[in-house]
């Protein structure tokens, strides 16, 4: 049993924040999945690093290119092709956990972040393309992003919220959830594959080491070097006991009654950006129930040479509190620090995007 397992028994999903094609075939991926892994992230950054920084996908940009496709429709034919094999390995977590694990995410057009009904449309395209029910759809936690969420998963779509570092945005994204749940269960699916309110499935990823990277800064500008390194677990430790509130009560419970689960939390962001950090410390603090911590492959590593395993999410809520309320006395306004971390998220994706469509021309250029 490995520390995958473990933290499995505790109620705690590991997911792989990282792919790319050789990992499939060479037989990694399955490796990992053996030693407890239960699912998969992508985003625009990892593919650009998967695709234009390797030669493994030059075969198939070469016989796309001779049929005069565009730098997108290479670039979503190849993460297609990624994602839907990915998805077939891990099928049979997915069918071991009954539809708890086993879920493959995939971005959508990140430009799309502020527009509600292009988000709403792209997903459902991506969705019905891949037809596999452990599949799931990225949605960012804008202000647009909520009616999509709604409608995405009252429509029988699987998503995953992304982008997620505020609690007030994060109650927001729970309630566009629920709301999503009541349509489904009224209406039923209205897609091509869509999952009944028993399957559908939904993460909201509460991003977290960017968190502290951004407070710590404005720590240092006051000359409170002793409050750094805490604020993201901490922020994660109030979301999650918001998460206790939401996932009771007679409205979850009517929806519990049909089949629903809840859309458990999921921790991302996960590698440490400060090198002063222990390198585990974004799992070793926020190991508890109904949660998912997807990690890059050196964190992983890291966590199974010398991480902790024992439940540390539900201790120290009134510290973390505590801590929080600090902050706003000391004039660090969480809600600005938040929202600027969304705006520069949506850049940050949308960046690596565009890199990659522009490799993928140059790729084209040179295979030529």
């Given at each position: ?85 990915a998805a077939d390995l891990f099928r049979p977590v997915h069918q071991r956990t009954k539809g708890l694990d086993g879920y493959v995410s995939l971005e959508a057009n990140p430009y799309l972040a502020r527009d509600t009904e292009k988000t709403v449309s792209e997903v459902r395209r991506l969705f019905e393309i891949l037809q596999r029910p452990n599949v799931m759809i990225k949605v960012p ?228």
């Open positions: 049993m490995t520390k995958l397992h473990e933290l499995a028994e505790l109620g705690q999903s590991i997911w792989y924040d990282y792919i790319r094609r050789d990992m499939i075939i060479s037989g990694e991926l399955e490796s990992l999945i053996s030693m407890g892994l239960r699912g998969l992230t992508s985003n625009p950054s990892i593919f650009e690093k998967a695709i234009a920084h390797s030669r493994e996908y030059d075969e198939d940009i070469k016989t796309l290119a001779m049929e005069n496709r565009t730098a997108m429709e290479i670039y979503e034919s190849l993460a297609l092709k990624d994602i839907a094999a936690a804008t202000v647009e992003g909520l009616p999509a969420i709604t409608e995405l998963i009252g429509s029988g779509i699987n998503v995953n919220v992304t982008l997620l570092f505020s609690v007030t945005r994060y109650k927001e994204v729970a309630g566009a959830f629920l709301e999503g749940l009541e349509r489904l269960l009224d209406r039923g699916p209205s897609v091509s594959g869509g999952q009944n309110l028993a399957q559908v499935a939904s993460v909201a990823s509460f991003f977290v080491s960017r968190v502290d990277s951004a407070v710590d800064k404005e720590l240092e500008k006051i000359g409170r070097n002793d409050l750094a390194g805490k604020t993201a677990v901490a922020n994660a430790k109030i979301a999650y006991r918001e998460f206790q509130k939401i996932f009771k009560g007679s409205r979850w419970e009517s929806l519990q009654e049909h089949g629903a689960g809840p859309q458990r939390l999921l921790w991302g962001s996960t590698g440490t950006k400060n090198p002063q950090y222990p390198d585990t410390m974004y799992i070793d603090e926020l190991i508890g129930p109904d949660t998912v911590n997807t990690v890059p492959p050196g964190t992983l590593k890291s966590f199974l040479d010398h991480g902790t395993v024992k439940e540390t999410l539900t201790r120290g809520m009134d510290e973390a509190e505590e801590h929080l309320n600090q902050l706003e006395d000391l004039g660090v306004s969480m809600e600005a620090i938040t929202e600027k971390l969304l705006d520069d998220g949506i850049r940050l994706f949308a960046e690596p995007f565009e890199a990659l469509m522009t490799a993928i021309e140059k790729k084209v250029d040179q295979l030529a």
